[in-house]
T-cell receptor, first 115, second 115 residues
Framework: AQSVTQPDIHITVSEGASLELRCNYS??????LFWYVQSPGQGLQLLLK??????LVQGIKGFEAEFKRSQSSFNLRKPSVHWSDAAEYFC?????????????FGTGTRLLVSP | NAGVTQTPKFRVLKTGQSMTLLCAQD?????MYWYRQDPGMGLRLIHY???????AKGEVPDGYNVSRLKKQNFLLGLESAAPSQTSVYFC??????????????FGPGTRLTVL
């Protein structure tokens, strides 16, 4: 079965510093990969997604992610973190093998931004 | 355009009580989903609907029922609440039946506590 691993439960980054959130997936074929962000008290919002083509994907709010097939990874990056980026981030992979396609979510990484 | 809305935002129930969570979307989406979010477990699919009048079970359907009488509304019911159902519930929708590929639009969530 498809699975997603986000090894970091919490990450603290200083404002202005760079950020990388890790995501590893398990999927046999070319995956559909997503990053969602959940701000406090809000629902999830799509940051970016990868289907095919260029392995470096640009998203909203200055985020990008790189798909590395050899490492089964889809890490999220941002060159300079802002205090408003404090949120929980979820990586997800599209499960296309079953009769009903669904998203399989990782357990999330909570980002804390220090002044 | 409100997107996806959920009612109520918070609720406390006693064991054995019943309640209904309402999800409404104004984007004319065909597909709607109910997830629960628990600490350390990411989001798990409870039930989903592929169109008005249809419902189907997801990963964790036990103890829940759903109805989709109108295209814009998707109701989640708990007939006899249990403490194990304490969670944050999210509704989502997509334009087509490809949730493994399409962007999902999420509501703000309902925080339910069962005592």
């Amino acid at each position: 079965a498809q699975s997603v691993t986000q090894p970091d439960i919490h990450i603290t980054v200083s404002e202005g510093a760079s950020l990388e959130l890790r995501c590893n997936y398990s999927y046999g074929a070319t995956p559909y990969l997503f990053w969602y962000v959940q701000s406090p008290g809000q629902g999830l919002q799509l940051l970016l997604k990868y289907f095919s083509g260029d392995t470096l994907v640009q998203g909203i709010k200055g985020f990008e992610a790189e798909f590395k097939r050899s490492q089964s990874s889809f890490n999220l990056r941002k060159p300079s973190v802002h205090w408003s980026d404090a949120a929980e981030y979820f990586c997800a992979v599209g499960d296309l093998d079953t009769g009903f396609q669904k998203l399989v979510f990782g357990t999330g990484t909570r980002l804390l931004v220090s002044p | 355009n409100a997107g996806v809305t959920q009612t109520p935002k918070f609720r406390v129930l006693k064991t054995g009580q019943s309640m209904t969570l309402l999800c409404a979307q104004d984007m004319n989406h065909e597909y709607m989903y109910w997830y629960r979010q628990d600490p350390g477990m990411g989001l798990r699919l409870i039930h989903y609907s592929v169109g008005e009048g249809t419902t189907a079970k997801g990963e964790v359907p036990d103890g829940y029922n759903v109805s989709r009488l109108k295209k814009q509304n998707f109701l989640l019911g708990l007939e006899s609440a249990a403490p194990s159902q304490t969670s944050v519930y999210f509704c989502a929708s997509t334009t087509s039946g490809r949730p493994g590929r399409d962007t999902q639009y999420f509501g703000p969530g309902t925080r339910l506590t069962v005592l």
